[in-house]
């Protein structure tokens, strides 16, 4: 909580490297991460229909 509310007070704005669509991307995002070929966070967009019909 303390670590949020610094982020917000100093203004402070994390590096978004991808943004990947969906829990179906979740293995590309781990792939990016093995390869070292993000600079910053990946996201995952999530839609509360994808949550009943994603395939992991």
């Known amino acids: 909580m303390e670590a949020t509310r610094f982020l917000s007070e100093h203004r402070i704005v994390p590096v978004v490297s991808h943004v990947l669509e969906g829990l179906e991307a979740a293995e590309e995002g781990f792939e990016l991460l ?4 993000q600079f910053g966070k990946i996201v995952m967009k999530i839609n509360i229909d994808d949550k009943a019909n994603a395939k992991l």
């Open 34 to 37: 093995k390869r070292g070929d």
